[in-house]
Each structure stands twice: as structure tokens, then as C-alpha cells.
């Protein structure tokens, strides 16, 4: 018999915790706690068969939502760079390795106690459980098309296969999220992370482009914020302000001095956000504020 499979076994014995049944001379302990009413002698129970943590042969009636043949999200427990990780499939007392044979090469994109991985399950010729992450296609069927209007709005996704460039995700909604390696916010995002990022493209096969980048104005300095939102709010869309204007008109109107301003509409300036006239003051581009000017 191999773990993992659904048996029917006969009631033998029980103690305080658990019945004892048996199926084909192999007894497993099942936890009375899994049944509304006592069990009698020789009554069949039906259950998923395993090994636990304590090498003790149990079974349950309660059967986990991942199993051989069902995939689920498992989260990592522990990560062992000899090994793989260990998965909490939903065993009691019993977690599943997926080998590092199954891992990128990279151990810098490995998952993190936390991450979570879609997998399934299967007992190998030593009745050993592994893990195995389930092939595109098989998340691919998850998919749901995703609605125009998630343009330029906030949105978590979970990386469920790397590739050289970039990140194929999947949101918690469903939807089918890719991160080029350009919109990577640093390092490149683990198997199993949850990224927290933007929709920057609505494809019309219903698929994400997303990024981690921040948006302009999430990326400036608080000055430069400070005087983009100015700008923004003016009806104008002018500042009357300058690199040679007055450090005291600097200091009354934004609250900042002259090289805190000239810094700040330096960075402004190098993102394209503003234009400076010389000897009047800066306007915005078009404009425009950040987010629309991105989108």
C-alpha cells in the first residue's frame, strides 16, 4: 500500500486517543477526535494513509485539501538547502519536502518560511511523500480574465514560476500576472513570494503586466512630493518659484530652504515631472499629475 492512497481498514483496538485499524496486516492509528461517534469493533473506517513526523503509520478520515492527484497553496515551513523545503500540506503531524532537484538553481529565488508553493503529492518506490509543483498548465486552468479597470491600481500576486525574463504570477483573484525583470523593485522575486505591486497593462487576453516599481510620486523624496502635489492642486499647475528666487520667499511659501528646493526640483526635473523657466518658475508637464502621466 502506498502512502498517500485512500484505504477502508477495520477497527482492532483503541486507546484514550486513537482507534487502531488494519488493512491487510498493517495497523494505523486514526484520532478518535475525527468522529462524531464512538467506533465499534470490526466497524470500517475509510482514510488517507501516511507516515508522521514520529514514523508511526496513521491515517485520516479528514482528507487535506492537497493530495495525490489535488493541487493546493502550501506554505513553506522550513528550508533546508541540502534538501528542499518542507510543506505544510494539511497532514497532521507530517510535512512534505519538495526536493531542490524541483527548485531553481538559484538559491537566492528559493522560497522563504512563509512563501507558499502549488503542489501536490505522491509516495516514491519507498513510500517516501514528495511534493511536486504543479505544471503551468495545470495553473493556467485557474485563470479568470481580469476587468479593464484594474489599470494603475494596487494588486498582490504570488510568483509561481521564474524564468529568465522575468516572473509569471498568479493573483488571488486569479488573474494571470507577469512582471518583466525591468519592474523588478531589487532582487528578483522568490518562487512562492507574494508581491505587492501595480497593474501597469490590462492585455486583452485578460493577463497582467504588472511592476513592483513605485510610482513616480511614491519614489520622491518628501520635498519633491511636497512641491509635486503643489503643483498638482494648483490650478495652474505653476509655482512661482525658482533657482533664483529669494531663500526667505523659499522658506516662507514651502516651509524648506533654497538648497532643499533646488534639490528637490532637481529630482523633479530628472523624472520629467516639471519644467523650469528660468527667472518665472516651474510648471508641471501637460499638466498632469504623476499617476496619470505614468498610466
Not at 511536486?132 to 476587468?147: D, G, R, W
Request: glycine residues 8%; hydrophobic residues 40%.
Amino acid at each position: 500500500m502506498k502512502y498517500g492512497q485512500i484505504i477502508t481498514a477495520k477497527m482492532i483496538d483503541q486507546n484514550e486517543d486513537s482507534y487502531f485499524v488494519q488493512n491487510q496486516g498493517l495497523t494505523f492509528a486514526v484520532a478518535k477526535e475525527e468522529f462524531d461517534e464512538a467506533l465499534a469493533m470490526g466497524q470500517e473506517v475509510e482514510g488517507m494513509i501516511y507516515e508522521n513526523r514520529h514514523h508511526e503509520r496513521v491515517m485520516t478520515t479528514q482528507l487535506p485539501d492537497i493530495r495525490p492527484g489535488y493541487y493546493g497553496w502550501a506554505p513553506v515551513v522550513e528550508v533546508r538547502k541540502d534538501l528542499g523545503v518542507f510543506l505544510d500540506v494539511g497532514l497532521k503531524d507530517k510535512e512534505v519536502v519538495l526536493s531542490l532537484d524541483d527548485l531553481p538553481e538559484i538559491h537566492a529565488i528559493w522560497p522563504k518560511k512563509g512563501d507558499q508553493l502549488y503542489v501536490t503529492f505522491n509516495a516514491d518506490e519507498q513510500n517516501r511523500l514528495w511534493a511536486s509543483l504543479a505544471p503551468i498548465e495545470t495553473i493556467q486552468n485557474l485563470f479568470v480574465k481580469a476587468p479593464k479597470d484594474l489599470l494603475n491600481q494596487n494588486i498582490q500576486a504570488r510568483v509561481y514560476h521564474s524564468k529568465k525574463v522575468g516572473s509569471l504570477c498568479i493573483t488571488s483573484e486569479g488573474y494571470s500576472a507577469f512582471v518583466h525583470q525591468s519592474e523588478y523593485e531589487g532582487d528578483e522575486p522568490r518562487l512562492g513570494e507574494e508581491l505587492q505591486a501595480r497593474v501597469i497593462n490590462v492585455r486583452e487576453d485578460g493577463g497582467l503586466n504588472i511592476s513592483e516599481r513605485p510610482r513616480a510620486h511614491e519614489a520622491l523624496e518628501d520635498d519633491a512630493g511636497m512641491i509635486l502635489a503643489l503643483l498638482t492642486k494648483a490650478p495652474s499647475h505653476f509655482l512661482g518659484l525658482h533657482d533664483k528666487s529669494d531663500p526667505n520667499l523659499i522658506q516662507v511659501q514651502l516651509g524648506i530652504s533654497k538648497s532643499q528646493f533646488k534639490r528637490a526640483v532637481g529630482q523633479l526635473m530628472k523624472k520629467k515631472l516639471v519644467q523650469q523657466e528660468k527667472g518665472v518658475g516651474i510648471h508641471l508637464i501637460d499638466g498632469q499629475n504623476a499617476d496619470e502621466k505614468e498610466a
